[in-house]
């Protein structure tokens, strides 16, 4: 192979050998990180944390600031592409490399995904089912916000994931205290949607507007928390067609160049209300590793590099199981079963709620994969 030769900043092709910049150090960059250096391609982390999951496994690691205009240049003029490893990186951080080289997705989609207000507003213009939503800053805005109904999710603007930032509120006398709870910062509340099961859809799209979406995934939370995500979903043809569109429609929105997950209710007459959106590679989308024809993580290095898509074919039934907390003790458990694929993500230190590793087991067309993970609270 012929040595990686610099071309321009906007370049649209980059071949094995050039240098992938992930923001962000987390299991997510680690299994990009793996993803591409599969396909020959480096790996450039910049982190504000010296210990990290991607760190590990990256060729090269900036540790600094994400507020350190100059180690972010310098970290910008060492890569050809750069992408995000979690949508919570600041956006300043991101326009300042976006000066310097290509960023996939654009910081104008992370500036949407960042604001949970901006987020609802975006999917209501893009005229797909949300639960009614009210954005309160003000005691004014708070008192119009119970026109919303009851029971409600109330949700920081900012800042949330796996169940942080957000507090149910029963009744309209309930409203105010929960507020407080969140330390009455810029928030939204959010109508409670009776739902019957919860799935996302992860689509991958190329700059140039090539789209391959994954069939929908189901998805078992616990305390906020995705416990088990399992292929197939239990839901109509009708359904998950509905799902697989809107996905396409978010991405085709937004113009966004790379992997992207949509979170949505499944009503009981099968219709779909969009939750959240995220513009990276998606918990729920890890059975892709060990059961699909091409991974989430290797469809974002392929966006990045500008390579055609691969394949979302399924290879398998499966079910991922998060290990969270202390479950990462239960690792030798799953080297028994040739059916099950152990995925550790190098973290030192276990707490209650953090995503130490995931296992996926592998099951033939047509079993009933519930069994194993099915059950959220196993």
Not at 91 to 110: G, I, K, T, W
Not at 210 to 229: M, V
Not at 298 to 304: A, F, I, L, N, Y
Not at 315 to 336: C, E, K, P, Q, S
């Amino acid at each position: 192979m012929r040595p990686f030769r610099p071309s321009t900043v906007r370049d649209q092709h980059w071949p094995p050998g050039a240098t992938v910049g992930l923001l962000g150090g987390g299991q997510l960059g680690r299994m990009m990180a793996m993803a591409a250096a599969r396909m020959g391609y480096r790996t450039h982390v910049f982190t504000d944390h010296p210990h990290t999951p991607a760190g590990e496994v990256a060729v090269e690691v900036t540790v600094a600031s994400f507020s350190d205009r100059v180690a972010l240049e310098r970290f910008a003029d060492a890569v050809q592409v750069i992408t995000y490893e979690f949508e919570n990186v600041p956006l300043a951080a991101a326009r300042v490399v976006a000066e310097r080289v290509a960023v996939r997705p654009d910081p104008n989609v992370l500036a949407i995904a960042q604001d949970r207000l901006a987020e609802k507003d975006f999917l209501s213009r893009a005229a797909l089912a949300v639960a009614p939503y009210q954005g309160i800053e003000t005691p004014e805005e708070l008192s119009r916000a119970v026109e919303v109904g009851f029971p409600a999710v109330l949700k920081t603007r900012r800042e949330g994931y796996d169940g942080k930032g957000q507090v149910r509120v029963e009744t309209e006398r309930d409203l105010p205290n929960a507020w407080q709870r969140l330390g009455t910062v810029p928030s939204v509340l959010e109508r409670w949607i009776d739902f019957e099961r919860e799935i996302s859809v992860i689509i991958a799209r190329s700059e140039d507007g090539e789209e391959a979406a994954y069939e929908p995934t189901e998805n078992q939370h616990a305390d906020g928390i995705l416990r088990a995500s399992i292929v197939p979903a239990l839901i109509s043809p009708a359904t998950a067609d509905a799902a697989v569109s809107a996905a396409r429609k978010v991405v085709r929105e937004l113009q966004c160049a790379g992997v992207l997950a949509v979170e949505m209710f499944v009503l009981a007459d099968g219709s779909v209300v969009v939750n959240e959106i995220a513009p990276r590679p998606h918990n729920s989308g890890h059975w892709t590793i060990d059961a699909a024809e091409t991974s989430q993580f290797e469809q974002q290095v392929r966006v990045c590099c500008g390579l055609p898509l691969g394949s979302v074919n399924r290879l398998h039934d499966a079910v991922m199981r998060n290990l969270i907390g202390a479950d990462v003790d239960t690792w030798n458990r799953y080297l028994g079963d040739g059916r099950d694929r152990l995925h550790l993500y190098g973290k030192k230190v276990s707490r209650p709620g953090r995503k130490m590793g995931h296992v996926t087991r592998l099951f033939p067309f047509g079993s009933n994969p519930r069994a194993f993970g099915g059950d959220a609270g196993a």
